[in-house]
């Protein structure tokens, strides 16, 4: 495919000229600065798990909750032609949003912002709302899980993947979690995972373990992510080409480290207006 040079022109400003500016910058604006495909859990398989038991379609409206790099937008709205709204607390990565949007297809009806979530006040209300397994990273993830409801028209559905864990994690792990990713909260258990979105009716949930990558396909993904993002900054610093590879290493490294003691559920939940925060319907 060819693509005219306006829509190759890298949007940030500021891009990394030595290995120290790859390490201080923090978690979610170096996942911009390699513009890394950031996805659910379950990637594609979750993507259309989700388009399938929640009807999405051309008329369907979507927001994505902390968009990063609007993998999860994006790809439905290329899925379904469904249309879609991302916001995320970083400038940096709403801006490869954008980006990867006009890379992707500028015809898909996008739009991207940069927002708190917890300050975020929609002009309309959406047909779904996607928050994957993000609500771990906002502060207060109760409090956020129960904004969601004020964004969804009745009717409208919740698109989660959350994390959860059987055991609690060991206490290395916490700090690695918290160190690398930012995310200070604890790790849900199964039904702590699902209370998050009580009174919501569960339309489709599956449950799946995570397989820890080889030490091959670590250095592929890893490879690849840099290498791209050199070419499309114009980084050409050995450098900060190094330091890009080794952060985005431990990154996947701790991922692995993680998925050792992870699990996580793939969830349409459809919010009905007249009987929640009840439920009427027993869970099994």
Not at 40 to 53: D, I, Y
Not at 142 to 171: H, K, N
């Amino acid at each position: 495919m060819t693509i005219t040079s306006e829509l190759q022109a890298w949007p940030l400003a500021t891009i990394p000229r030595t290995a120290r500016d790859v390490w201080e910058v923090s978690y979610p604006d170096f996942v911009a600065m390699i513009n890394q495909t950031n996805v659910m859990p379950g990637a594609f398989a979750t993507l259309n798990a989700w388009a399938t038991f929640s009807r999405i379609g051309t008329a369907s409206s979507v927001l994505e909750l902390a968009c990063t790099t609007g993998f999860s937008s994006r790809e439905l709205a290329r899925l379904t032609g469904c249309r879609a709204v991302g916001f995320d607390l970083s400038a940096d990565a709403v801006a490869l949003a954008g980006y990867n949007h006009r890379l992707a297809d500028p015809a898909l009806r996008l739009t991207y912002q940069v927002a708190n979530g917890m300050q975020y006040q929609p002009h309309e209300k959406f047909s779904h709302v996607v928050v994957g397994a993000a609500l771990g990273f906002f502060p207060d993830p109760r409090r956020m899980a129960r904004r969601v409801t004020d964004f969804l028209v009745d009717g409208g559905y919740v698109l989660a993947s959350p994390f959860w864990s059987e055991t609690p994690l060991p206490d290395h792990v916490r700090k690695i979690r918290r160190e690398v990713f930012g995310i200070s909260s604890e790790m849900e258990t199964y039904k702590e995972a699902l209370d998050l979105f009580r009174g919501l009716d569960v339309m489709y949930e599956s449950r799946s373990g995570l397989v820890p990558e080889t030490d091959a396909e670590i250095e592929l993904y890893c490879t690849s992510t840099v290498d791209r993002a050199c070419a499309q900054s114009g980084i050409d610093s050995a450098e900060v080409r190094q330091a890009l590879f080794d952060r985005l290493v431990e990154v996947k490294n701790a991922t692995n480290l993680l998925r050792q003691y992870q699990r996580y559920s793939v969830l349409a939940l459809r919010y009905d207006a007249r009987s929640y925060p009840n439920r009427y319907v027993e869970l099994f």
